[in-house]
């Protein structure tokens, strides 16, 4: 059975799919934020898709979350960026043994009432190469102090919760729900970016905070992003984004190959390849990949940051000068479609990138598959 048999999401997900595909162009400011866009995903029930039942939320499947973030990222990337960001702090709260945490917090995660964060790059993909970590976290009697620079955080400055995590002296880390009201949480000013502006994504700083044992996630323990749950880095909800913005481009040069035959080939092509990555994609959530390394989420990953970024520039191709055009979704697509080179990129999909870059593909293709198979 076809991933789309298997999941049919109903008509409401696809008015509000056209809503957000109507209104992307709006929130390519630098002083937007999809407020209203989070207003229809709680009125379409989304912001409860990963939240336990007995919280009112709706514990969807991984594939249905899977189809659902490639159409919402295919409909407008921005929003759909900002709703894994939700969505990974709702995750890593939920499955938290913490009971009294999730009282708190879960059931008005389920709407818009409140909105949560990650801040955990600093523990993942961001400032791995410096001695000290970024943030240091040390024991109280009535729990932990937090002390340091969270580098990147969506939509920090309309966040009530921004769960991110710390390093404690003996190397082992913690990760908590700290709170945007606690004494000594500083959210600085968002920065101005290539793409995804609108998703206020910046630096927050952590000056002596004082983060209560009721706010524990996960640990004191080591590695605490590899063993406490939640999705990873690199994980197929990136991938999901990646392919949902290449289908977003393959599609327009489609309606360009209505009138300009000579282009069925290249979108024949483009949706070949695309189906395979999401073949793969839907065979890895449903299968793992034991038994094949090409279903491993790291492949999937690098095959849809390549395709997302090929079909972009088939779509500013196709447009023409006229898509060279400040406020043309070619330049948009183009200028997204970069997002995926750094967004939550584990190091063998950059370097697998790099090595695409330098035509080194094939002989790296290979050695990725060794690799994740071992
Ligand atoms: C739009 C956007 C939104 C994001 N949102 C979030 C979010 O909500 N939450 C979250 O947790 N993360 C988020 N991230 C972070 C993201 O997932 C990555 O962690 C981040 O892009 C890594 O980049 P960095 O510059 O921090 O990496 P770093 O590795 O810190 O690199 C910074 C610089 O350090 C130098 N450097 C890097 N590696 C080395 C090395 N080995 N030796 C010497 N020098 C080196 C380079 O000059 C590099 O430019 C976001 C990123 C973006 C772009």
């Given at each position: 059975m076809s991933t789309d048999e298997t999941l049919q999401l109903d008509e409401a997900f696809e008015s509000l799919c056209n809503q957000l595909a109507d209104s992307t162009a709006d929130l390519d400011r630098d002083d937007a934020w999809p407020s209203d866009q989070f207003q229809w995903l709680?009125?379409?029930?989304?912001?409860?898709?990963?939240?336990?039942?007995?919280?009112?939320?709706?514990?969807?499947?991984?594939e249905h979350l899977t189809v659902g973030y490639e159409r919402l990222a295919a409909a407008c990337l921005v929003t759909a960026f900002v709703l894994t960001q939700r969505n990974g702090a709702c995750q890593r709260i939920a499955a938290s043994p913490n009971d009294e945490l999730k009282s708190d917090l879960l059931?008005?995660?389920c709407t818009s009432a409140m909105f949560a964060t990650v801040g955990i790059s600093h523990l993942t993909t961001s400032?791995?190469?410096?001695?000290?970590?970024?943030?240091?976290?040390?024991?109280?009697?009535s729990g932990f102090?937090?002390?340091?620079?969270?580098?990147?955080?969506?939509?920090?400055?309309?966040?009530?919760?921004?769960?991110?995590?710390?390093?404690?002296?003996?190397?082992?880390?913690?990760?908590?729900?700290?709170?945007?009201?606690?004494?000594?949480?500083?959210?600085?000013?968002?920065?101005?970016?290539?793409?995804?502006?609108?998703?206020?994504?910046?630096p927050v700083t952590l000056t002596d905070v004082q983060v209560p044992h009721s706010r524990v996630i996960a640990g004191?323990?080591?590695?605490?992003?590899?063993?406490?749950?939640?999705?990873?880095?690199?994980?197929?909800?990136?991938?999901?984004?990646?392919?949902?913005?290449?289908k977003s481009s393959i599609d327009h040069v489609r309606v360009e190959a209505l009138?300009?035959?000579?282009?069925?080939?290249?979108?024949?092509?483009?949706?070949?390849?695309?189906?395979?990555?999401?073949?793969?994609?839907?065979?890895?959530?449903?299968?793992?990949?034991?038994?094949?390394?090409?279903?491993?989420?790291?492949?999937?990953?690098?095959?849809?940051?390549?395709?997302?970024?090929?079909?972009?520039?088939?779509?500013?191709?196709?447009s023409k000068g006229a898509g060279f055009a400040k406020g043309h979704p070619a330049e948009r697509a183009v200028r997204e479609a970069m997002f995926f080179l750094v967004w939550s990129c584990p190091q063998p999909v950059l370097a697998a990138a790099l090595r695409e870059f330098a035509c080194l593909a094939p002989e790296f293709q290979a050695t990725l598959g060794e690799n994740v198979g071992a």
């Open positions: 709680s009125d379409a029930r989304v912001l409860g898709w990963l939240i336990p039942r007995h919280f009112g939320g709706s514990e969807v499947t991984a059931a008005d995660l400032r791995q190469h410096l001695k000290k970590p970024s943030v240091q976290v040390r024991e109280t009697d102090v937090f002390d340091g620079f969270v580098p990147w955080v969506t939509g920090a400055k309309h966040a009530d919760v921004i769960v991110t995590g710390g390093t404690l002296s003996d190397g082992r880390q913690l990760l908590a729900a700290v709170e945007t009201s606690l004494a000594g949480v500083e959210v600085l000013a968002p920065a101005k970016l290539m793409a995804l502006t609108s998703s206020q994504t910046g004191p323990m080591e590695q605490v992003m590899k063993n406490a749950a939640g999705a990873g880095t690199g994980s197929v909800t990136t991938s999901a984004l990646a392919l949902g913005a290449a009138q300009r035959p000579e282009l069925n080939e290249i979108v024949q092509s483009l949706d070949t390849e695309y189906g395979s990555i999401r073949d793969d994609m839907y065979d890895s959530i449903r299968e793992g990949a034991s038994s094949n390394p090409r279903l491993s989420s790291e492949s999937v990953r690098q095959r849809a940051n390549s395709l997302v970024l090929r079909a972009s520039q088939a779509h500013l191709a196709t």
